[in-house]
């Protein structure tokens, strides 16, 4: 397995939002993380990447723990991260957001320039020179992705991708991610929208309350219904 989460916990002060979380994702492959609102997804993702320190549990990426180092240096191993909140560069061009997650191509992953985001994405190939602050959601959402593969990651995590996407954005994304997973890339994405998860994902895992309640393929899950309704419907 490409990552390994074992046995997570994880609180914000006295709030005990992780219980011994488990997942895995082999190389290759696009787990979907799956849950309410508010259910822990983005802790989860949080956790893992270091910007919040778990309070327990194991992190292996590429057989080496994480769990607790800084957020710096994981990113510098290989894990890249888009948050769900975006967090572009809003006075910068979309060339200049890209250079600023620019490192060294990585054995064994793809190596990523510009010039290759822009067939992946092209409407930003359309806007390089457009300040990121006048671009609509939906190409904030792709250039931030863009960004994160500036730094040749290997995994990537995608907190809430489909967030706030008009449905056309919704499955343009998606066409986007199955391309990104064509060209080698590992994603793990969390994800509220079933639809969205079931056009790009593999395997699901889902969380509810902070605690793992169901683990298994996509058609595993779309087989049963029990379990949708139990911790996916609102």
Do not use: C
């Amino acid at each position: 397995m490409m990552l390994t989460v074992e046995k997570l916990n994880a609180h914000y002060g006295r709030a005990h939002i992780l219980a011994d979380v488990g997942l895995s994702i082999a190389r290759g492959e696009v787990l979907a993380l799956l849950g309410r609102n508010g259910a822990g997804k983005s802790t989860t993702m949080k956790s893992i990447i270091g910007l919040l320190p778990p309070t327990s549990g194991s992190v292996r990426f590429e057989d080496r723990e994480i769990a607790g180092r800084p957020a710096h240096e994981i990113a510098r191993q290989g894990l890249g991260y888009v948050p769900e909140e975006r967090r572009i560069f809003s006075e910068l061009t979309v060339l200049e957001n890209l250079e600023v997650g620019r490192q060294p191509p990585r054995p064994g992953t793809p190596a990523w320039t510009p010039e290759r985001l822009f067939e992946i994405f092209p409407n930003l190939a359309e806007m390089r020179r457009r300040p990121g602050g006048q671009m609509s959601g939906g190409e904030q959402q792709m250039l931030t992705i863009a960004r994160t593969l500036m730094g040749n990651p290997s995994l990537v995590l995608l907190d809430e991708p489909s967030e706030g996407l008009a449905p056309k954005i919704v499955e343009q994304m998606a066409e986007t991610l199955k391309a990104l997973k064509a060209e080698g890339l590992t994603l793990i994405l969390s994800e509220q929208n079933l639809h969205f998860a079931r056009l790009v994902a593999d395997r699901a895992t889902i969380i509810e309350k902070g605690r793992i309640r169901f683990t298994g393929t996509m058609a595993e899950l779309m087989a049963d219904e029990e379990v949708r309704q139990a911790y996916l419907t609102v």
